[in-house]
Structures are given as structure tokens and as C-alpha cells.
């Protein structure tokens, strides 16, 4: 694969050659998606590619990688339940962040940083200890990490849970599982870490009980989003 010149190129044969290198996980490349999956069930573990838009084939040529797990069943409650839901065309997503927060870890706590996610392909001669040394997070955190991010009762006190871009939809997937037990613990779990979310956890409960919805003005606040998806979940 050092041969490829073409950024595009580069990202394909690099996919390609992980693919070869995770024989035995599951984990097949998709060309085409730019992603490294396995099917669980119904679940499906992502290991989504996401090509940095300054990449030139005399330049630099890196890649940031994201973690997503995906069930089909919270899909199948999105469908049924679309006024409860943050947003309905979500599909499967539950959880999901960038990988380098889950990169270094040690008995099961993270020590990773956003950047540990990013292969840097830059230079053909060091594309192939690059690859590997990915290879050896995907199987010694990644894989883990998917254990966790699986299992609601793990989900919800580990890393996916405290890093996942949206609570709302781990919530919604608490839904969908039928485990809205777990809903008030994950709650308290993230104002601990959180401490300013209270106000704003409560606001988004007081907007679920009046039937009205965070965007367009909460959008973008995960608390407030957080706490509405909260109470519609219970309801």
C-alpha cells in the first residue's frame, strides 16, 4: 500500500490493509463507507474513517477515526416513537466518539486524548508500522471498548457513555432496550462529572412536560437535550 498517491487512494489501501491485519476480529473494510465493521446481533460495531479535508497528495495525508455502535433495535423504536425522540432520523446510532478517547487504557479506565485516534499516512516508508500500531488499539481498546459500549449496565458507567457526542441518543437506546431503569443512574453519573448541567438538566425536563421541544433554541446544549430525552424516555 505505500505506493498509493492520491489521498483518496491512500485512505482506500490503508482500510484495506487494516482489514487484512484485523482478520480474525470480524471487522471487515467497506471501501465505499470508509469503515471498518462487525455485526454482533443486532448490533453493529463502526469504526468510521473520516479523512481530513487538508489532505493533498504532496501534503500531509491524515485520517481521524470515530467509534459508533449501532442496534438495530433503537431504530425500531425511533420509528414507533418519533415525538419522543431528539431526532427521529438518527436510524441506529447509540453511541458513539471519537476513538482516541478510548486509545490508552489500563484496567479498564481511559487515558486517551482526541488525537491518539488520528493515522497519520503521510510518509509511504512508515504507512505499514502506522497501520499496525492502529491495528494493536483496535484490538486492545477498541474491541473492549465495544464490549462495554454493548452492555447497558457497563455502557452507562464507562467510557462510552461519559464521552459518547450524544447522551440523548444513549438514553433513547436505553429506551429501546427496555431499560429505563438505567436512565436516572446515567443522569447522576454525568451531573457528577458535570457539575453546572443541573439548571440545565431541569430545564430540559421542564420542556419535555411542556410538550415542547429543545430545538431550535437548545439544539446544541447536551444538557438541556439530555434532560428532555430524560423524561421522554420515562414517559
Known sequence: MGSARRPADVVAAAGHHLGDLLAGTGFVWSARRRNLTR???SVTHEVSFQPSSMNRAA??????TVLILHDAAVTTWRRANPGR??????GSWAIGHPLGYAAG???GYVYGDFLDGEID???P???PAALATFAAVVRDAVLPWFDEAGDPDRAVVTV???RTNSPSSLVEWLAARDRPDLVEPYLERRLRRNPTWGD????????AAAGRHPFPTHGGDLAVCLGWSAAQAAG
Not at 440545565?200 to 420542556?207: D, I, N, V
Open 39 to 41: 455485526t454482533v446481533g
Open 59 to 64: 501534503g500531509t495525508i491524515t485520517v481521524q
Open 85 to 90: 425522540c431528539l431526532l427521529p432520523d438518527q
Open 105 to 107: 487504557r489500563a484496567n
Open 121 to 123: 499516512l503521510t510518509d
Open 125 to 127: 516508508a512508515r504507512r
Open 160 to 162: 462510552p457513555g461519559d
Open 200 to 207: 440545565r438538566l431541569r430545564l430540559g425536563h421542564e420542556l
